[in-house]
């Protein structure tokens, strides 16, 4: 999953503008602030898999802001 596949991810699971959205950190896990108040975690799975893709879904997090 590259960053740009999980800010959308995270954007569309929040209902909140892509276009105000922006990767924070891509790592194991990808971080992304989807708007002013909100950061999220994606935690990309197997692609190949449609219970991984689910568990992408289900671990999307919202994150207080000051933890970053």
């Known amino acids: 999953m590259t960053p ?3 800010l959308a991810l995270a954007c569309d699971a929040l ?3 892509p ?3 922006e990767v924070l950190r891509a790592a ?3 971080t ?9 975690r994606v935690i990309p799975g197997d692609a ?4 991984a893709t689910q568990r ?3 671990a999307i997090a919202q994150l207080p802001e000051h933890i970053l």
């Open 4 to 6: 740009e596949q999980a």
């Open 15 to 17: 209902g909140t503008d």
């Open 19 to 21: 276009t105000q959205a």
């Open 28 to 30: 194991d896990a990808i």
């Open 32 to 40: 992304v602030r989807v708007d002013a108040g909100r950061v999220a």
């Open 48 to 51: 190949d898999s449609i219970v």
């Open 56 to 58: 992408v879904l289900l």
